[in-house]
């Protein structure tokens, strides 16, 4: 109804759909209709509003009287009804005020605010957890937005591990604190089973008084009420989590019982999604250990170095590889060959990775046979086509063996780039040796060159994403055999660190910011001395700069 509709009733009749009061300007009632009398019992004609009318509508007329507020509403409560007071101003100074019920109203809105302000902190709290895929970072988030928003205390506890359970505490204005207890969680109504993913027990049902020592954070006080619900996960439970208020603090509602469920039904979804990525990141990591390149340096008094670069630079691992494996017996002598592998599976990224890492366990498995290189390559091409995966593999193998001051090769490709090798005065040469794709025909063929370094000379094996790495001033050319050569003669005399460092660091540079296949550099170097047999001729001796 408008105001203007109300204004058309006279107030000392009885028949007004509305409770109408009228005051003259020292608050003392005039007139009330019948629906007045029955709203405000105790207001009487001749009796003040101060005295006997509600103290919200008495304060009001005296504002509107003193001219002090405009003529608006005054909003009000009597007994469980929620009023709106309208004012009209009469010409002998009296004020009409008609009490329009808007509890319906009035509690629509708190109720639509009350669901705006949950719905904003469920949100808050699913921005906050989903940002981290750490579990600790997770549970500490948790306890501190349940101590923010619904509680004094919060404890946030994740299923056991060892029979002991991980669990962080909140407190409110201090820090969440980490810690790991071994405890009975049936000594807490409702625990155990929020543990196993049950339906939390109602907090009505829950005793404050039985609260065990160790639930109860140290210096909090008396538990006035308890809530205690569980930590749904992604098909197993993710912990559970307990609300703790203090004594003289309000009880938790039915309401908010309901809040903290759909709270820890996002809590628990982000604890178990940061648990599963934990034990993800692990396998990975561990399966990762085998997969990559592993390091190299001076072994059996020969110098090696490698370098790998994947084709995205985000990942650790790709379709090269390289081992160097050490000669089974008589390690530092002359004559003890050392194996080195460097390979190119067809393909990049984690399936070429996952290749790679089951050719390296066929040649470790193989290296009893390292002395003929063909008979090698032969076995592992027979594995390959057993299997269903039709990648194949190029590969280069190289026994390594010092030969006096000098360093003495056997190297041998499938179907891969031949080796380079620097001599001392710059020349370049390459490696006389041809070999069939390994895991792409019945059988394959290759020929061993035999290769003697001098000290301070490199062989250089490099993988096809060096040479075919494109890049330049158009960003279309390739960097080529060619200008590889021409930086291995400007490497003449240097270690194997520096001259895979410049390798790399030249075609890095060729590439610039355009893709790339992955890129593998192994150098071999007969370091620079004169090598001293050990006295007697018992030991490994060493090896003069």
């Not at 098909?235 to 759909?262: H, N, Q, Y």
Request: proline share 6%; aromatic share 4%; charged share 20%.
């Amino acid at each position: 109804m408008t105001g203007g509709s109300i204004l058309e009733i006279d107030p000392r009749t009885d028949t007004a759909p509305y409770p109408a009061v009228v005051a003259d300007a020292a608050g003392i009632v005039q007139a009330l209709n019948q629906a007045a009398r029955a709203l405000l019992p105790a207001v009487r004609v001749g009796d003040t509003l101060t005295a006997t009318g509600p103290g919200w509508l008495a304060e009001s007329h005296a504002k509107l009287s003193a001219d002090n507020d405009p003529d608006t509403a005054a909003q009000g409560w009597v007994d469980r009804r929620s009023l709106e007071a309208h004012p009209v101003r009469h010409d002998d100074g009296t004020v009409t005020w008609w009490l329009v019920d808007d509890t319906d109203t009035r509690l629509a809105r708190e109720a639509l605010r009350t669901e705006q302000a949950r719905t904003a902190f469920l949100t808050e709290v699913s921005t906050a957890l989903l940002g981290s895929l750490n579990m600790q970072r997770c549970m500490e988030i948790t306890a501190a937005l349940a101590v923010e928003n619904l509680c004094d205390a919060a404890i946030v506890m994740a299923p056991a591990s060892r029979g002991r359970y991980p669990t962080v505490t909140g407190v409110r204005g201090a820090a969440p604190v980490h810690d790991v207890l071994d405890v009975d969680p049936e000594e807490v109504a409702g625990l155990a089973e929020a543990l196993q993913g049950f339906p939390p027990v109602p907090s009505r049902w829950l005793d404050p008084m039985a609260v065990p020592g160790w639930l109860r954070p140290e210096g909090f006080g008396g538990v006035g009420s308890i809530v205690v619900t569980p930590l749904p996960g992604h098909g197993v439970p993710a912990g559970a989590l307990i609300l703790i208020r203090g004594v003289g603090a309000a009880e938790f509602s039915e309401d908010e019982e309901v809040v903290a469920r759909l709270f820890a039904t996002r809590a628990g979804v982000a604890m178990s999604a940061a648990r599963m990525y934990d034990q993800q990141a692990s396998i990975t990591e561990t399966l990762m250990r085998d997969l990559l390149p592993p390091a190299v340096d001076q072994l059996s008094g020969v110098e090696f170095s490698a370098r790998y670069r994947a084709s995205q630079d985000g990942d650790r691992v790709g379709g090269d590889f390289y081992d160097v494996h050490p000669a089974s017996g008589g390690e530092g002598e002359d004559g003890a060959e050392s194996l080195v592998v460097l390979g190119d599976v067809c393909g990049k990224g984690l399936d070429a990775a996952v290749l790679t890492g089951k050719i390296r366990s066929t040649l470790h498995a193989l290296l009893p046979l390292a002395g003929d290189h063909v008979r090698m390559l032969g076995l592992l091409n027979g594995a390959l086509l057993n299997t269903h995966d039709a990648r194949f593999v190029t590969l280069v193998l190289a026994s390594v063996a010092r030969a006096g001051a000098g360093v003495r090769l056997r190297l041998t490709c499938g179907g891969h780039p031949a080796p380079l090798v620097v001599r001392a005065d710059g020349r370049v040469e390459e490696a006389a040796t041809r070999g069939t794709l390994i895991g792409a025909m019945p059988e394959v063929s290759a020929t061993t060159a035999e290769v003697t370094l001098g000290p301070g000379e490199t062989c250089l094996m490099y993988t096809d994403g060096i040479t075919e790495a494109k890049g330049g001033p158009f960003g279309d050319e390739l960097f080529g055999e060619q200008r590889l050569q021409r930086v291995l003669g400007e490497c003449a005399g240097m270690p194997a660190e520096a001259v895979v460092e410049r390798v790399q660091m030249l075609a890095s540079q060729w590439v610039g910011r355009g893709a790339h296949d992955d890129m593998a550099v192994l150098a071999i170097t007969a370091p620079r001395g004169q090598h001293l047999t050990a006295v007697g001729g018992h030991g490994r001796g060493r090896y003069t700069a």
